[in-house]
């Protein structure tokens, strides 16, 4: 039984799904405030990009700093929270068949959020919060600044109150039978974590905000380091949940694949909920106060066991892709399921390329540089940024722009011009975001370090610098960010174009991106089905086998280095 | 499919691949968690983070009786401190530069105390690569032994301010 009020449902033409309209309001705002904050974080990334190629170093010390911290604020928090939200509360109406719990608390959450981070945009602008995204303590910022941060985070947290209230009258009025559909359940898992990680940023932000405003005392530094992680790496715990939800999505709207093993995929989920909580740990890996044995359990979430659920979900999510392709016909070989996916389609190339950079480059460097030895090579370095370019861009960012390729069509109920553009514009940012990826981890290891304005460091007074092999890394970091804007920035105004003007597909079915064609007729296709996916176990074999040979490259470059304890 | 529900019986065990991988992944975790502690008992590199609460005023109190009583030249003005093998060694992170320019013993451990007058920076010495967090008010303890001979140069690799990327320093290992 739906619970929806009258005429505050439409039921969509393409897939027959029921759609609340007030949550397609909310998911449509904040949907184009996403996008917004992603294009100024994306100006802001190519002026990066720009400096810290050593043969341009476009802007002045000044501004580099502040479009620094523009660029990680806006990108790293606001696109990706203002999307989350979208996210959360898509799958608690359509896929529960649901009403959105509160109209009123959806406005209060959206106006907190927008708010706050046009406040905190506008303090960065003025230059009175030159303090990059982390504002490590005693640098200070203006109040505004932090009262900012609060409200989003405020704003934030009550969307998630409105997504859980929506579950729980869902459950009440019985608008589905059973458990909750996979997407869901991963949305869930993800929302459980933000309201663990937004309670870390009220604990660290508003005593800051109080000694900003002069009413306390400077929060010690250490203390803020630890709290202000919490925050910052478990909403990358969020995004790492909120992402996977969007592979399970996009695998099943590209390809029609179904999970094979749903117990897995979940317990999957609960392992994240259980374990990410120490993830402020392998911030701190070189710092003073906290101890060799406190370091080890925490930065390993408890024996990787967070890791763990990567790496099924690593697994899961292109294997039920290899068995809904079998079942089409594709059983040549181990990979013609995956030669005859549809790559023509934005949102299966962009979910499956995310897939790739997460694992293969993401997820490897992460753990690696995350080991508490390993980081003294690592902390502060270039190959920091290297990495979460892979998670939260390559994978992450990438992995919502194949969502938004159909969250415009239907929900939006706009058609895209360009679609040939479209099709290849994943391929652009992905190649451009691997490439520089690639670049910073390799300038980093060299121990160029990130955050910094000159790497020549010109009118030091004692001299130092890099050797010519790294600046050319640091070139192609360079060369592979301007890549990365032109891919980024033919996303936000394809999207913005069929937003604002595209044609509308009321009343029939969306233009179908490419789909794969089935070779096989219905009665072979029942008659063929296996649960097989050979072609995905040689996949995850070679990524273990990339895995063990970075990891113990590592370990092998530390023993190079002077002997510490 | 992962938008609907799932059919009553969802709950069962893994079979097959998806059996091996987990086992495989499970093997792989226990291995990199291993391989912590046995460093860290076995292994030459470690951050340990031993520190201490000290008053910036009284850190560099030390840093300067370090140089008074150490001292064995200048470089631009900066003073050259030459601790004692196995002994305290003291260097200090300000806006914007790193004090004393240390000169060590090769394959000699020293008590290396790190600390910030002002605000967090990140100690980094090139072209070695390794990196330790600097705080102010917390006397960071590195007991390092030089393994290489040469001039290294230390840089900040924590933001500290306009000057930041002026911030250098230098250890001299002979
Ligand atoms: C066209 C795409 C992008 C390019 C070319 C780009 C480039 C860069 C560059 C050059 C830096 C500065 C590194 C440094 O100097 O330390 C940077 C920092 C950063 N970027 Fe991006 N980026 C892009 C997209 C994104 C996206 C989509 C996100 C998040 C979802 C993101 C998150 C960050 C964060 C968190 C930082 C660190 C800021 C800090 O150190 O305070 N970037 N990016
Ligand atoms: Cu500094
Ligand atoms: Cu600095």
């Given at each position: 039984m739906s619970n929806h009020l009258e005429n505050q449902v439409r039921t969509c033409d393409t897939t027959g799904l029921p759609v609340c309209l007030n949550a397609q309001k909310f998911i449509r705002l904040h949907g184009v405030c996403a996008v917004v904050f992603l294009l100024i974080g994306a100006v802001a990334a190519i002026l990066l990009a720009l400096t810290r190629w050593p043969a341009v170093h476009l802007l002045n010390a000044e501004w580099y700093y502040r479009v620094l911290t523009l660029h990680g604020l806006n990108m790293l928090i606001f696109w990706i929270l203002f999307i989350e939200v979208a996210i959360l509360y898509f799958a608690a109406t359509t896929l529960l068949n649901s009403r959105l719990f509160s109209k009123g608390v959806a406005w209060a959450a959206f106006l907190m959020m927008i708010v706050g981070a046009i406040m905190v945009d506008t303090v960065v602008f003025q230059g009175k919060a030159d303090v990059l995204m982390t504002s490590y303590t005693p640098l200070k910022a203006d109040p505004m600044f932090y009262l900012g941060i609060i409200l989003v985070a405020v704003g934030t947290l009550t969307g998630v109150f409105n997504f859980f209230a929506t579950v729980y009258i869902a459950k009440r009025d019985k608008t589905y039978e059973g458990s909750v559909p996979l997407v869901v359940f991963g949305a869930i898992a993800a929302a459980v974590i933000a309201v663990v990680t937004l309670l870390h940023g009220a604990v660290v932000m508003i005593p800051t905000w109080f000694w900003s405003m002069g009413w306390?005392?400077?929060?010690?530094p250490g203390w803020y380091r630890l709290v202000w992680w919490g925050l910052g790496h478990q909403s990358q715990q969020v995004n790492v949940c909120a992402m996977v939800s969007v592979w399970y999505l996009l695998a099943t709207l590209t390809t029609g694949a179904k999970p094979l093993n749903q117990a897995v995929c979940r317990t999957a989920f609960v392992l994240y909920i259980l374990f990410i909580n120490l993830a402020s740990a392998h911030h701190l890996l070189v710092d003073p106060g906290v101890g060799a044995s406190w370091k080890i359990w925490n930065t390993s979430y408890a024996m990787y066991l967070a890791v763990l659920a990567s790496m099924i979900h690593g697994f899961t999510v292109p294997a039920s892709v290899e068995v809904a392709q079998r079942a089409r016909g594709y059983v040549r070989g181990l990979f013609s399921w995956l030669t005859n996916?549809?790559?023509?389609n934005p949102g299966f190339s962009a979910f499956f390329l995310s897939l790739i950079i997460f694992g293969f480059i993401g997820g490897i460097t992460g753990v690696t540089l995350g080991t508490q030895q390993i980081n003294i090579l690592a902390h502060n370095t270039l190959r920091i940024p290297g990495h979460f370019h892979a998670t939260v861009v390559g994978g992450t960012t990438l992995a919502f722009m194949g969502l938004i390729y159909y969250v415009v069509p239907l929900i939006f109920q706009k058609e895209f011009y360009a679609r040939s553009v479209a099709t290849i514009q994943p391929y652009i940012f992905a190649a451009g975001i691997t490439l520089m990826s690639i670049g910073m981890s390799f300038a980093g290891s060299a121990g160029v370090p990130r955050r910094h304005w000159d790497v020549e460091f010109a009118g030091a007074n004692l001299a130092a610098g890099f050797d010519s092999g790294t600046h050319l890394w640091l070139g192609i970091m360079g060369m592979g960010g301007v890549l990365a804007f032109v891919g980024l920035l033919t996303f936000i105004l394809l999207t913005v174009a069929a937003v604002f003007f595209g044609k509308s597909n009321k009343g029939r079915a969306m233009t179908p991106w490419a789909t794969p064609k089935s070779l096989v007729t219905e009665g072979d296709a029942e008659a063929a089905h296996d649960e097989r996916s050979p072609g995905t176990m040689v996949l995850v074999i070679v990524l273990l086998a990339a895995f063990v040979v970075y990891y113990f490259a590592n370990w092998l470059a530390l023993t190079d280095v002077w002997h510490v304890r | 499919m992962s938008i609907h529900i799932p059919e009553k019986d969802w709950f069962k065990a893994p079979t097959g691949g998806e059996r091996v991988w987990i086992a495989l992944s499970l093997v792989w975790c226990l291995i990199m968690f291993i391989m912590m502690p046995v460093w860290h008992f076995k292994g030459k590199q470690n951050s340990t983070g031993e520190a201490y609460r000290v008053e910036p005023a009284q850190f560099m109190a030390r840093v300067q009786q370090s140089i008074q009583t150490q001292s064995v030249g200048e470089e631009n003005g900066v003073p050259i401190v030459q601790p004692p093998p196995g002994g305290d060694a003291y260097l200090l992170g300000q806006m914007w530069r790193w004090q004393p320019i240390l000169k060590l013993k090769k394959d000699q451990s020293y008590r290396l105390h790190v600390s910030s007058l002002d605000l967090q920076h990140g100690f980094s010495l090139l072209p070695v690569n390794m990196n330790f967090h600097i705080l102010p008010g917390y006397d960071h303890v590195l007991t390092i032994t030089p393994t290489q001979t040469g001039e290294y140069q230390v840089i900040c690799n924590?933001?500290?301010?306009?000057g930041h990327h002026l911030m250098t320093g230098k250890i001299i290992v002979e």
């Open positions: 306390a005392e400077a929060p010690d996916a549809p790559w023509k | 924590e933001f500290c301010g306009i």
